[in-house]
């Protein structure tokens, strides 16, 4: 039994999800390696070879795995597939693209966004919005997962694996990258957070977030999230969608603010340590999951918070 | 150019559903079904499409029990011309799914199939791009923007710090997210010449599809409750919990 695990990265260096997804690799028991496919990714590769646990890390260069292609990622982890009994990505907007190509190709059964790993075969993951957890066992010969990088400690980097160049596949030709808007900022990353602070649509338009949310979020180094209706009123920016569809957090402390809470954010963020609610609303939902809950206007105690921190 | 739109029927988001005590499964007995929330944005997008000439004819398909008629006629009241049924009562998975996807991709010959991201009940997130691994054609998903014109797709993805724009040769695969558009209210003239539009059956025998499950659910079981909180008096309160009883500040 061996497991690839497709990193995560920005050429230059690993992302965390990478870190996690090698923890839940380790656990499927046999050696772990880590594929690292991109472009200039000397840097990432180097990063994966500290990874504790890994036994070998692949380099593949080329130009046309700059961007994480789908096609062409998938045909790259295909071309290595047999030499693997579990190939696993995390579940990031990246892996989730990835994977179940890769899964159909080789005709089996994708296990996406597992929590636990039980046994070899079988696993843990959420359905319906996490309202229910299912335990699953996978019937095929190669396990194609994507791992929720919340469900997982990161994985030390203590480590020192060697690195094995290989040509990569060719390019696919199929699709081609034209251009992206990736916000550039100091915060941490919304996935990989300790802290968030999140915003609902209570705070009524782009400026009153920035303006009630912000020096909060700076005050305690956090990252910064939104429930789907702030998001969707143009309060902030996509990529900041806390819940089912967006994104999965599990953070040492989450407050949200105006955020009624859904079940569909809920099933984002319920896995937060500690959760703190901060809403008029004395029959919010939210207040059903916060570990503590004030009941006041958020204009008020927001920036009365971030004042007395 | 024909485009496919696959269709599923899920409990409705409204719905929170409840675990069985048995650890068989979730309860859905007479709970309201309803057309996937990110397939209902595909279907307007295909909508959209036609209604911008670029599209002749949006074909809907559903897979599953007979009641997913209900889910297609919905479909054709939002603007699809007409649907497509492959009946079973066997569990269908996604890899099945995108087989019995790939067989009608085959019969019908369309430049584009527009999926939702993932259903809501088993929140899979693969059958739009394993149908794009079988055909072998260029997938571009979580699409937040779409343009079609000279047989190409240009894509606006939503990626985890962003937007990303792909260019894609048609034939491809397109996977809906939240914020592509906003589905349009299905109006009862349209909901009453949906009736007359053409709805076919299948059966996966007739598509040469083995559906078989290649996963076994073993059980399903609540998730982990939070043990209840406080109420906080004031701000003062919050914080001194936050730094001394839960330090986490």
């Known amino acids: 039994m061996t497991s690839l695990v497709i990193a995560e990265h920005i050429n230059t260096d690993i992302k965390p999800a990478t870190l996690n997804t090698v923890t839940a690799a380790a656990l499927c028991g046999g050696d772990v390696h880590v594929l690292v496919a991109g472009f200039n990714a000397g840097g990432a590769a180097a990063a994966a070879s500290k990874i504790a646990g890994v036994a070998k890390v692949i380099h593949v260069e080329g130009q046309h795995f700059a961007h994480g292609l789908a096609e062409n990622m998938a045909a790259q982890v295909l071309a290595m597939a047999t030499n693997y009994s579990h190939i696993l990505f995390p579940a990031t907007a990246s892996g989730k693209n990835i994977a179940p190509r890769v899964a159909a190709t080789l005709d089996v059964g994708q296990i996406s966004d597992i929590t636990k790993v039980q046994t070899p075969d079988t696993f843990e993951r959420p359905i319906y919005a996490g309202n229910a957890m299912a335990i699953v066992q996978s019937l095929d010969a190669t396990k194609v997962i994507t791992v929720r990088t919340t469900g997982f400690d990161a994985a030390a980097t203590t480590g020192s694996a060697p690195i094995e160049v290989v040509t990569g596949q060719a390019d696919s030709g199929k699709s081609t990258f034209v251009s992206s808007e990736i916000a550039k900022s100091d915060r941490p990353e919304l996935a990989a957070a300790k802290i968030i602070v999140s915003g609902g649509r209570a705070l009524g338009s782009a400026e009153k977030f920035n303006d009630v949310m912000t020096p909060l979020a700076d005050k305690l180094g956090a990252a910064l999230g939104a429930s789907r209706a702030a998001v969707d009123a143009g309060y902030a920016p996509n990529d900041w969608q806390v819940g089912q569809t967006g994104k999965i957090v599990a953070p040492q402390l989450y407050i949200a603010a105006g955020i009624s809470g859904a079940i569909q954010h809920l099933a984002g963020m319920k896995d937060s340590k500690v959760i703190v609610a901060i809403n008029k609303d004395a029959e919010a939902p939210i207040f059903s999951v916060a570990d503590y809950g004030l009941e006041a206007d958020l204009f008020v105690a927001v920036p009365e918070l971030t004042a007395a921190l | ?249």
């Open chain 2, 1 to 249: 150019m024909k485009v496919l739109v696959p269709v599923k029927r899920v409990v409705d988001y409204n719905v929170k559903v409840r675990v069985k005590s048995d650890g068989t499964g979730v309860d859905i007995a007479n709970v309201k079904m309803s057309m996937n929330p990110f397939d209902e944005i595909a279907i307007e997008e295909a909508t959209r499409l036609k209604e911008k000439g670029v599209v002749t004819e949006v074909i809907a398909v559903s897979c599953g029990v007979l009641q997913c008629q209900e889910t297609l006629r919905t479909a054709m009241a939002i603007g699809a011309d007409r649907a497509i049924l492959v009946e079973t009562n066997e569990e269908l998975q996604p890899l099945a799914v995108a087989k019995l996807l790939k067989a009608l991709v085959d019969k019908e010959q369309p430049q584009l199939v527009i999926l939702g991201k993932q259903a809501i009940d088993d929140d899979c997130n693969q059958t739009g791009q394993m149908l794009a691994a079988l055909l072998g054609w260029p997938q571009a998903t979580f699409a937040f923007k779409v343009e079609v014109a000279d047989g190409k797709a240009n894509v606006t993805r939503e990626v985890d710090g962003g937007l990303e724009t792909l260019s894609l040769t048609l034939p491809a695969i397109i996977t809906t997210d939240l914020r592509l558009n906003e589905p349009r209210y299905v109006t009862l003239p349209n909901i009453m010449k949906a009736k007359k539009k053409q709805l076919d059956n299948f059966k996966p025998e007739d598509l040469g599809v083995d559906v078989k499950p290649r996963i076994k659910t073993l059980s399903v079981n609540e998730p982990p409750k939070r043990s209840a909180g406080i109420k906080v008096a004031d701000v003062a309160a919050l914080v001194d919990k936050l730094k001394n009883e839960a330090k986490v500040i």
